[in-house]
């Protein structure tokens, strides 16, 4: 059985879908991305082949576009500054 794999990745437009060596897509998100590439993982499950969906995690203090960005809940700034000290 074949793998199909895609990985949800950061590009110079922001995010994209790599798959096969390949890497395309502009999306703003790597959510975007993700619901971007299911319909193709759905034909490769449809064909019998494994399926492979990966992203990467998202830090804390990383905005769902994958800017730096201040936590929203004030509780949590204190926590996002002391990680983001020790990196």
């Given at each position: 059985?074949?793998?199909?794999?895609?990985?949800?990745?950061r590009n110079a437009d922001g995010w994209g879908v790599r798959?096969?060596?390949?890497?395309s897509g502009k999306y703003v998100s790597k959510e975007a991305a993700f619901e971007a590439a299911m319909p193709?993982?759905?034909v490769a499950i449809k064909h019998g082949h494994?399926?492979?969906v990966r992203v990467a995690?998202?830090?804390l203090g990383e905005?769902?576009?994958?800017l730096s960005a201040e936590p929203e809940h004030p509780e949590l700034t204190r926590?996002?500054?002391?990680?983001?000290v020790r990196r």
């Open positions: 059985m074949a793998r199909a794999l895609y990985d949800i990745v798959h096969d060596g390949e890497t193709a993982a759905s494994e399926v492979v995690e998202q830090h905005s769902p576009d994958g926590i996002w500054n002391m990680k983001r």
